[in-house]
């Protein structure tokens, strides 16, 4: 697979899926960037929290968030097994 | 299924990692801080919020008492917020653990207890002992009043723990008797129907933050004032 430019300046939408993994490997991985990564992901996110100009501040926003951690529960749980329902425990 | 009952209060850990810390974290996400002069529809509802609780809560203290402002209103939004998040499925309440609400009970209590003595050291003293008792009687109650008040921190923190940790097991054994019984008879919807007036009874859970800041205000209260 060809590529233009070597990997690690290629944006996300530029990057073929063979070369996804040494894309990931290639981002820096101090500290202040990863804190600028979760930064710039928050803001992206909180359009949808803080879109007064839109109108629509309303109950969307704060429902995803809960719904995102209602899964990240129901996903960290070994003892899901056993809830599963079957005549006999 | 006396295992799993259980088994949803012991800490979670996801491979290993405890990410309780992660849990106890998560509720300050949800309540943004105001940035600008007119803000969006969330932080303008918890603001309005904030600012009713806070003159109901503060209005019976003098100046002193209300330099806690902070201290009562982190409180009250912590617990308040960790409480109802532990009604979503699956999901791990932090206040079930007595240790984290000894660990936030004692030192608040002790907090407004030697503040109380630093600063009146007579008038606190003198709670121990209530007006007008007949003279062979003192002893007694000095003994009575001591043990209630270091019985105080421990009441704070098994009160909370207790309600919501039963509330809780109750839902779990609710609901896994609606399910058992599902396939058997229709007496489900009757269950159904306790299980949803429990849930709606126990989102009163936050009626439970109301008497655990009340309490804790009321001894600050007390010990500042008299």
Known sequence: ?89 | MNENLFASFATPTMMGLPIVILIVMFPSILFPSPNRLINNRLISLQQWLVQLTSKQMLAIHNHKGQTWALMLMSLILFIGSTNLLGLLPHSFTPTTQLSMNLGMAIPLWAGTVITGFRHKTKASLAHFLPQGTPIPLIPMLVIIETISLFIQPMALAVRLTANITAGHLLMHLIGGATLALMNITTSVALITFIILILLTILEFAVALIQAYVFTLLVSLYLHDNT
């Open chain 1, 1 to 89: 697979m060809a590529s233009s430019l070597p990997v690690k300046e290629m944006k996300l939408m530029d990057v073929k899926l063979g070369e996804l993994p040494s894309w990931i490997l290639m981002r820096d991985f101090t500290p202040k960037a990863i804190t600028g990564e979760i930064q710039r992901g928050y803001y992206r996110y909180y359009k949808y929290l803080y879109a007064r100009a839109l109108g629509k501040g309303g109950i969307a926003g704060i429902s995803m968030v809960l719904a995102a951690y209602g899964l990240f529960n129901y996903y960290s749980y070994k003892e899901l097994k056993h809830e599963q329902l079957c005549k006999y425990h």
